[in-house]
């Protein structure tokens, strides 16, 4: 996923004219320097890549399901999951078997337009969106008015007193009315309704549209045939009613989805398209965002988002870092400080230069972990499509059934009983249920400063009864100092420090920052190779021999070698050809949140424990700080997932903190896991939370959130069971009017969209 925010040329995005559309009118996305853009490389050959798209057009979970089964028969998709309330896609597939121009065009050819999701083109396309439907409605709302008042006289006219050509000429008006109705503001569930018919799938349009028509021709055949078979109501008023209705559901629906699954759109914009860049003759001249280069000199303004991630050079200013870390506070910025793509530079003009572009930014990054969950599904959402997607097929039988059973009796009931059948069993509000809290609570945590990388995540959350928490780098600050250096005086401690800088320069492990920044690198010592060992230290061959910069165990040290290793300390020693050569008496400071942090997890009645790689009695030094009993110390990481397994045999429901390389087996298998933001990227891949600045305060309000999600989620649920079990019987009898069971429909997801709009405040 690349940083730089590129539209599809107009001419390669062609507009809909015709599902005849094949792949060619998207080869443009066939050139891979096209994919960095809304695609990455998910294995080492480059052969699978993994795409974040946004489909415009969906309305439901049965849209979903189309979007999915035109994609899973291609050959060379591997995977499809499509999220119907955030309008998001991801798509697995091979560059060795398709191309993006096939798969996309089978979307097109569904029925649906499909955009990168790290291009702007979509939103100028949402926005036309948007004012169509609300002429829709307006047109809709207008026609409803006029049909209404030439309906009530004849509902408020006592018998004889109005004759039947009085009565046959506000039909006829009523029927010229109603036909803007039928052609513009119907439009797309007609539209969708006939590509349901070319691709074999049926989504909520189908009986929708199905209601319209025959209430329409219905009403049509009596207009011009009052004593023809279908009999001599005309069901006008109730119709653009119903239309007016199920419009201004659709049309809040769609604005409030737009702020529910916003923060990914929030930050897709943050990006600029063009900025200033410092030439070799010190001149500016502007750029596209896509030509940057690491090392060129940028200018940025105030009000401008920063293009790429850097340091100032020239200039200081405030930062605006909320999105992306979630301090809300303005951040200053002088010369040498570090600046983050995607963050608002907001009061002086400063010069930047460039460090990392595309995918390294921490901003891409984040990105791509949004997008994820953008797509994911959780286990409720999942069986809640499963349900939707057969019940259509048993509203269309009931319905068939309903106007069978009553036409023998009563024709216009019958009619009655049909349409209301088609509109009031909408599964949309069923299937909005969880996704909308959960993309209402994910974005809430985004601004917060808290990455959701797996939705299902949430409810496992509300299921934990244990923390356990890595020590270094978790429970303790970067901020390790070195105490004491003993060395076998072959070397002065300068030098020991040197090379122990040098050998940590390429580890992301605290105590590996704590070398670097406390000694300058030996330069003149030439490294071969080095291996970083999950739980051990460093392995490396060197200039001057091999090395290795690690553990007690991992050095191959015991005890009572030395009286300096019977310190109760953290310590970390120096090897050289397998001889011993330093050793370091490190200091480290817990967090100061960690201690409110612990006290409120205990309020939550959650168990508290520490596992770590360290040595015990470092760890009990911790733990007795922040009073937790249960610890474990010297794990490998074989031995911290044993330990998590051991508690899961015990019924336990494990929520895993660490940051560390060695954490990566644990978040992986623990019932949930959170990450720090400072950590390693194995670490971060695994995890199902990203704590982007290491707050441990978020931990306990995190799991509070999830159980409020969860809490809307079960509203949700019940309302739309108690909806279908009140409304579905009504309309099978015949009681519920077509009018009522579109504003009955509209109804129910518009409660279910309000109820999880709530989680963003």
Known sequence: MSISIKSIPIQAMPQKKSLALDANDWKALDDIKEWSYFSQSIDKENTRWESHIVIEGMHCAACAFKVENALKPLSGVDEVSVNATSGHAKVIWQSNLITPSLWVSSIYKAGYQAFPASDLLHQDERKKSQRQALWRLLVAGFCMMQVMMFSVPTYMAIPGEMTSNMKSLMEWASWVITLPVILFSCGPFFKSALNDLKTKQISMDMPVSLGILIMFIVSTAATFDPYGLLGKEVYFDSLTM???????????????????AGALDVLMRRMPRMVNRLNANGMIEKISVSLIQIGDVLEVKPGEAFPADGKIIFGSTHADEALLTGESAAIIKSVHAKVIAGSFNLTNSIHMQVELLGQETRYAKIVRLMEKASTDKPRLALMADRIAKYFLLVV????????????????????????????????????????????????????????????????????????????????????????????DNSMTEKEVMAIAASLSSSSLHPVSKTFVHASEPNHTLKIEKIEEVSGGGLLASTSLGDFKLGSLTFCGLVGNEFNHLKEEQLQVHLMRNNNWVASFMMTELIKEDALLSIQALRHQSLNIEILSGDKLSSVKRVADQLSIQNIKGQCSPEDKLKHIQLLQSQYSKVLMVGDGLNDGPVLAFAHASIALGQGAPLSQAKSDFIILKGELYLIPKLIAQAKRTMKIVKQNLLWATLYNLICIPLAVMGFLPAWLAGLGMALSSLFVILNASRLAF
């Not at 216009?412 to 993309?439: D, E, F, G, H, Q």
């Open 396 to 487: 269309m039988l009931l319905a068939f059934g309903v106007g069978i059973y009553f036409w023998q009796f009563d024709h216009a009931k019958a009619i009655l009983a049909v349409v209301a059948v088609l509109i009031v069993t909408c599964p949309c509000a069923l299937s909005l249920a969880t996704p909308a809290a959960m993309l209402s609570m994910s974005g809430l945590l985004a601004k917060q400063g808290v990455l959701v990388q797996k939705m299902q995540a949430l409810e496992a959350l509300t299921q934990v009864n244990t923390v356990v928490f890595d020590k270094t780098g978790t429970l303790t600050s970067d901020q390790i100092f070195i105490d004491k250096i003993f060395t």
């Open 242 to 260: 119903f239309v007016f209705f199920l419009l201004i559901g659709r049309w809040i629906e769609l604005k409030m989805r737009d702020k529910t």
